[in-house]
């Protein structure tokens, strides 16, 4: 059993920054993959990027690349997503998920968190 909760969301002018904190508890090894993920008003939701547990290692979006970075803090089971440079497109739902192999299946998913960039 996994819990994901996120957290740091909020509202921010267009050009702002925001950090994304997701808890994770339970089991969580090292093969496995956090992602982030977004869904706003009326949209699919839509891959943001991922982390590899085991060594840190990034993938992005190209909607977010150069703005957004993943991290994470394996000692407190904690993975970042600091956004910089928001844009309106930017609002959504945020989400954060764990593919337990590193092959795209992701199978716990966090509660969200409402991140809204004003213009």
């Known amino acids: 059993q996994v819990q994901l909760v996120e957290s740091g969301g909020g509202l921010v002018q267009a050009g702002g920054s925001l950090r994304l904190s997701c808890a994770a508890s339970g089991r969580i090894f090292s093969t496995n993959t956090l992602g982030w993920f977004r869904q706003a008003p009326g949209k699919d939701r839509e891959f943001v990027g991922n982390i590899r547990w085991s060594d840190g290692i990034t993938v992005y979006a190209g909607t977010v690349k150069g703005r957004f970075t993943i991290s994470r803090d394996n000692a407190k089971n904690l993975v970042y997503l600091q956004m910089n440079s928001l844009k309106p497109e930017d609002t959504a739902v945020y989400y954060c998920?764990?593919?337990?192999?590193?092959?795209?299946?992701?199978?716990?998913w966090g509660q969200g968190t409402q991140v809204t960039v004003s213009s």
């Open positions: 998920a764990r593919d337990p192999s590193g092959r795209g299946s992701y199978d716990y």
